[in-house]
């Protein structure tokens, strides 16, 4: 129906890198023998400068695509790691998204159920009005633990409101329950869990079984007609169990991707939602229950429309877009658990003047460089005069974005100088499709694998960290496409 309510698009992104369990697990064998038994399939593991904001970013800019986004009235940003306690950080995304400022914006964090969470407020009070809900999550984890076995980093998005969805909502249900099966305090840096058994018996089988039942019933859905079922847990049979308890088929239980991404905590409901999606047809029912201090249940039915929604990375992109890593103290390294002798290259202070930013806050963080009026040459970044000789025209330029627009390499550098936390430093000029260049650094790329001419995408990352006053420098770099 026209006015139905539901999710009007999703994206996905995973990081790149794929940590080897194995390599965790010979590593740490000394000390935790045990962990063999874990060893099995890969991690999404973050780059150094990547984090909750970035992936985020990213999962909401597969999820636009080309879509108009004057439409949207409102974000959310659901995580349990967001790099600000005092600073929005959806916020950071509505600008690197160029949203504009008539929106509104919210973070959603506390919660393993944040994601869902988020995405039920915002069906709830979408009205006609078009939301776009994104969690990322970047969760660190001591080492030689199992959390660092199970999780894994990654981002999802999705577009709700009203009009011809691809899948309509059919019902929500939440449960509150103070049931502390994890937790992690203020100024923590690593979840505490309780013992396995007591969450699954205690947690697991009795609350969301009570979620469910009553979802259904408030719907007016019957379990047997549940397609995908996709709830994430890190420990094994549960989510079968459950199906069994609820009346579901066995066969609607999801991938809960543990063995090629790991659990990407907040974000990971909606990630098995949107990978659900991209296989979904016409008339199948997906149901999502995520588990956290209660549980979040919802059930949506497909439309017609998903055969006509356009390609996207999502999830299964996302897969396919790796390299394997089996580095282990790298992993250590980007995640601050070792400290390296960085050098004296590294010891600039990294202060950031935020008036400065402010100031220039669309070129910084939107990559809005300039088009002129009077000859159409665009640049970057936007200057008073046009940077065309035959042309010069003063005071001519209107905003024209980057970030989406390819590029191509026309010269580049590796530097082994240059402080970078995964040397060597890749960065050179590039040129866009369409006109306008830039010196930008490079990520993503593969030692020795750079070349001229090489097809670019701009990217939203971390450019440095301001340790001394706890400060995070993001800018865009280009990476292979």
């Known amino acids: 129906m026209a006015n139905d309510i539901g999710i009007l698009s999703f994206g996905a992104y995973l990081p790149r890198l794929r940590l080897q369990r194995k390599s965790i697990a010979a590593a740490n064998n000394w000390f935790a023998p045990g962990l063999r038994g874990l060893a099995k399939g890969e991690r999404a593991m973050a780059n150094w400068d990547e984090d909750s904001i970035t992936m985020a970013l990213e999962a909401a ?15 959310m940003l659901a995580s349990t790691t967001h790099p600000y306690d005092d600073r929005q950080n959806a916020g950071i995304v509505a600008n690197a998204l160029n949203l504009g400022s008539a929106l509104a914006s919210l973070d959603v964090t ?18 006609g009005r078009e939301i776009l809900v994104a969690a990322g999550e970047h ?13 894994g980093d990654g981002a999802a998005a ?22 502390v099966s994890q937790f992690r305090a203020r100024d923590v840096s690593y979840d505490y869990a309780w013992e ?8 697991y089988m009795k609350i969301v079984p009570r979620a469910i039942e009553a979802l259904m019933e408030a719907s007016g859905a019957k379990p047997q007609s549940v397609t995908h079922f996709c709830m994430p847990c890190t420990l094994s049979r549960v989510a079968p169990g459950i199906a069994k308890r609820a009346g579901i088929a066995e066969g609607a239980v999801r991938d809960t991707l543990a063995a090629t991404c790991g659990d990407t905590g907040a974000a990971h409901p909606l990630l098995m939602l949107v990978h659900a999606l991209e296989e979904a047809k016409a008339g199948d029912r997906i149901l999502v229950a995520s588990f956290g201090q209660g549980c979040d249940a919802l059930l949506f039915e497909v439309t017609d429309a998903i055969a006509g929604l356009a390609p996207r990375r999502a999830v299964k992109g996302s897969l396919a877009r790796r390299r394997e890593e089996a580095n282990y103290p790298k992993f250590l390294a980007f995640n601050d658990h070792i400290v390296l002798e960085r050098g004296m290259r590294a010891e600039g202070d990294k202060g950031s003047p935020l008036s400065t930013l402010y100031r220039n806050r669309d070129m910084i963080t939107g990559l809005v460089g300039g088009r002129c009026r009077a000859c159409g040459t665009v ?3 936007r200057g008073r005069y046009c940077v065309k000789p035959e042309c010069n025209a003063l005071d001519s330029q209107d905003d024209q974005p980057f970030s989406d627009i ?4 026309m010269s580049y550098t590796a530097d082994v100088l240059t402080y970078s936390p995964d040397p060597p430093a890749y960065y050179g000029m590039i040129q866009f499709d369409g006109g306008g260049r830039m010196m930008a650094d490079f990520t993503d790329v593969d030692e020795g694998k750079v070349e001229v001419g ?3 995408r701009m990217m939203f990352r971390i450019k440095e960290h301001d340790k001394a006053r706890g400060f995070v420098r993001y800018f865009w770099k280009a990476t292979p496409q």
Not at 110 to 127: E, I, K, N, P, Y
Not at 166 to 179: I, K, Y
């Open 379 to 381: 640049q970057f970044p």
């Open 158 to 179: 999705l577009l709700v409101g009203a009009g011809k969805p691809v899948a309509r909502l059919l019902g929500a249900h939440s449960e509150t329950v103070d049931f």
């Open 406 to 409: 390819g590029a191509k390499v």
């Open 196 to 203: 396995e058994r007591w969450i699954r018996d205690e947690g």
């Open 139 to 151: 969760r660190l984890a001591k080492a030689a633990s199992p959390q660092e076995m199970h999780y």
């Open 110 to 127: 506390g919660s393993q159920r944040a994601g869902t969470s988020a995405l039920a407020t915002a069906l709830a009070a979408s009205g």
């Open 61 to 75: 800019r597969d999820c636009l695509g080309g879509r108009e986004r004057a439409s949207l009235a409102q974000l």
């Open 454 to 456: 090489m097809p670019m």
